[in-house]
């Protein structure tokens, strides 16, 4: 498979960005931070395929025939007649990949067994013993795929030691190994993943992929209760973060850090009032009120429009509540506010996760389901000089604007009783996500930039991630 016309892929094998064709004819789009993305070709997810990968696109794909028969064969030629040991592994390797596609199991475990017991320091054997665990899983052997997977994994961290230039295994591979070691250990009352986050700590050197694993084994310690094991990774993954030259992974696994670590940028407490605020865009009753600091300058900033400064976008959000209602106010920065006739444009959205997992980080859903609500505060323009409420809640609502010099402000009301069951008396935590969303082009309202708290949206006026909202304490 090429790509690009220069790089060529062996079946398995990942590129950093580009399309990827397997066996059965589905299309793959990979992107080097999201990995392997599965996408129909019906006209609409293709279009929303940009947004999705934040601007990444492949510039060519190409589709290749393999003839898996003559390819196995040949292969086996190759291992009979090869006078060089060195590529023995990778041989075998991509052998597996041909046996697994034509469906001959016995054969693809035999070769597995094969690169690890021959071969057991090389990368083969990594991907060997990644791809043994998941056999040994899918088949119900569980201390058995726990064994490899441990296996694979202190492999890859010895590799990893040894090698200049080190070849990396499938992200997802790598995530689903510790998850499944984290719930084996937990299972059988073992330290499989504990075992292997502690290989880890005794590496010195600093490598991309190794943040992300951090975080990993961190979150899946953490969720059994290995809290000291987890923190210890989360102080890995700080140590980890300037070896990676990507900011769009540096700013997500920073977000996920924040959160797992209990950061105060990702956290915010609700006040109770006895009553509630005057509604009339003046927020000098929120003086008492805590504010949520919004700006590129250390927050949470993406989309794909730059930021020029505080006057370009910038903001502080306040929350409150009482007995029957709750109260969102916002002072927006923003030096050019842009709407069109059905409200896409400037906007401060807003979301609710009030569902019992919401208000933690380490059990929340990323699906936004029945409990997690959104509605938005579209911002006062030229053509609707007061700011507007766009959702789909059934309740009567208050809402007020003023503009000011450099932006507006804005206050909002809305009954407790527009969540139904959801807010309950002793509800204690909610996921609370915020996006202020800004369009400078009226010609081009598709050039988006966004402030978060934390990241709670995949991109400017995009889908809601709730695994991603900032976590907020009611008084």
């Not at 990979?30 to 996408?39: F, K, P």
């Not at 008492?288 to 949470?300: C, E, F, V």
């Not at 409150?320 to 896409?344: C, K, R």
């Amino acid at each position: 498979l090429s790509t690009t016309g220069e790089s060529y892929y062996l079946l398995g094998e990942h590129p950093h960005n580009g399309i990827l064709v397997s066996s059965n004819g589905t299309w793959l789009a990979c992107d080097a931070r999201l990995g392997l993305i599965e996408i129909s070709l019906e006209s609409d997810s293709i279009q929303a395929l940009p947004e999705f990968l934040e601007g990444v696109m492949p510039q060519a794909v190409a589709l290749v025939m393999v003839d898996v028969q003559s390819r196995i064969a040949s292969l086996n030629a190759e291992l009979t007649d090869q006078a060089t040991a060195d590529l023995m592994p990778e041989t075998l390797l991509e052998l597996a990949y041909l046996q697994k596609t034509a469906g001959n199991n016995n054969e693809v475990v035999s070769t597995y067994k094969k690169i690890i017991e021959s071969y057991p320091t090389s990368y083969a054997a990594i991907e060997a013993g990644l791809e043994m665990s998941k056999f040994s899983y899918n088949d119900n052997f569980f201390v058995q795929s726990a064994e490899y997977g441990v296996a694979a994994m202190k492999t890859f961290k010895a590799y990893l030691a040894a090698t200049l230039e080190p070849r990396i295994p499938p992200m997802s591979d790598l995530e689903l190994t510790i998850q499944r070691l984290a719930a084996l250990s937990e299972q059988f009352g073992k330290d499989y993943l504990k075992s292997v986050a502690r290989e880890f700590f005794d590496l010195s050197l600093q490598h991309p992929v190794l943040a992300t694993l951090y975080y990993d084994m961190g979150y899946q310690l953490y969720r059994i209760n290995e809290e000291g094991n987890a923190r210890k990774c989360f102080g890995e993954v700080r140590n980890q973060l300037n070896a990676i030259n990507d900011p769009v992974t540096v700013r997500d696994l920073s977000a996920r850090l924040a959160l797992a670590t209990g950061d105060n940028s990702a956290y915010y407490k609700i006040k109770k009032m006895k009553n509630g605020p005057t509604l009339d865009g003046d927020l000098s009753d929120w003086k008492d009120i805590k504010p949520i600091q919004m700006s590129a300058a250390g927050g949470w900033f993406y989309g794909n429009a730059g930021w020029s400064g505080a006057t370009d976008l910038a903001g502080v959000m306040q929350v409150a509540y009482n007995e029957s209602d709750i109260y969102f106010a916002g002072m927006i920065f923003d030096d050019m506010l842009v709407s069109n006739a059905d409200g896409i444009g400037d906007m401060v959205r807003v979301f609710v996760d009030l569902r019992p997992t919401g208000g933690s980080y380490f059990l929340r859903s990323d699906e936004c389901e029945p409990g997690c609500y959104e509605f938005s505060i579209l911002a006062p323009t030229s053509n609707h000089p007061k700011a507007r409420l766009k959702t789909t809640m059934q309740a009567p609502y208050e809402i007020a604007s003023s503009r000011s010099v450099d932006g507006y402000n804005f206050e909002l009301r809305l009954p407790l009783v527009a969540f139904g069951k959801w807010f309950v008396k002793d509800l204690k935590r909610i996921g609370l996500g915020i996006e202020l969303v800004d369009a400078d082009n009226p010609d081009d309202l598709e050039a988006r930039k966004a402030l978060g708290f934390v990241l709670p949206t995949v991109a400017p006026g995009g889908a809601p991630q709730p695994d991603l909202f900032g976590v907020a304490e009611l008084d």
